[in-house]
């Protein structure tokens, strides 16, 4: 059973517009909500994290918000740029042991 | 952050031999580290959580002894595919925890010929 869900698969933004990539969970028990992008044959690069007991985090051109009473948190990508083109994940830890990921988006921002 | 290398990026090996993959946590100590393997237009799947000085959590359907799990100091985690066969080709990647922040290696590529 998926606990941390991506229901869009691929997304097409234009360069310098708002990329917003969603991301759902089962679990109330998860405390601690991560943001990562991968290019292709690379590993994945930790991008933003955000604490349960916060709703919003901001780093630069993104932010990430948390409804925990939907169970529901979002990554904002503002101004989006050519090179934002990547896989992003989702994920979702348990008291920083195990980690549950979402199947991904693709973003392409088109130039 | 935190830094955790893996390697190799890239192997290729023929059916039947054996590939160990390492993963080390460079400026910190992991007492757990996840192996995970990405199949083509799909999510990680984890497939085991290694944990130092201990036998290997396998997820369900992995198969331990196809695929060996040691993790015989802080710093360091093997998985090592025993008689590697071309389904096995994937893009394999390992991880660590460190203060509730998930750190990961560069990622192997294995193809098996």
């Known amino acids: 059973d998926q606990q941390v869900k991506q229901n869009s698969p691929s997304l097409s933004v234009q360069e310098g517009r708002i990329s917003i990539l969603n991301c759902d969970y089962t679990?109330?028990?998860?405390?601690?909500f991560l943001w990562y992008k991968k290019y292709p044959a690379e590993g994945p690069t930790f991008l933003i994290s955000?604490?349960?007991?916060?709703d919003k985090n901001e780093d630069g051109r993104f932010t990430v918000f948390l409804n925990k009473s939907a169970k529901h948190l979002s990554l904002h990508i503002v101004p989006s740029q050519p090179g934002d083109s990547a896989v992003y994940f989702c994920a979702a830890s348990l008291r920083g042991n195990q980690f549950y990921f979402g199947t991904g988006t693709s973003l392409t921002v088109i130039p | 952050g935190a830094v955790v290398s893996q390697h190799p990026s890239r192997v290729i090996c023929k059916s039947g031999t054996s590939v160990k993959i390492e993963c080390r946590s460079l400026?910190?100590?992991?007492?757990?580290m996840f192996w995970y393997r990405q199949f083509p237009k799909q999510s990680l799947m984890l497939m085991a959580t290694?944990?130092?000085?201990?036998?290997?959590?396998?997820e369900q359907g992995v198969e331990k002894d196809k695929f060996l799990i040691n993790h015989a100091s802080l710093t360091l985690s093997t998985l090592t595919v025993t008689s590697a066969h071309p389904e096995d080709s994937s893009f394999y990647i390992c991880?660590?925890?460190?203060?509730?922040?998930?750190?990961f290696g560069q990622g192997t590529r294995l193809t098996v010929v």
């Open positions: 679990n109330s028990m998860f405390d601690y």
């Open positions: 991880s660590a925890s460190h203060r509730a922040e998930a750190f």
């Open positions: 290694s944990n130092e000085g201990s036998k290997a959590t396998y």
């Open positions: 400026d910190f100590q992991a007492t757990t």
């Open positions: 955000i604490s349960s007991i916060k």
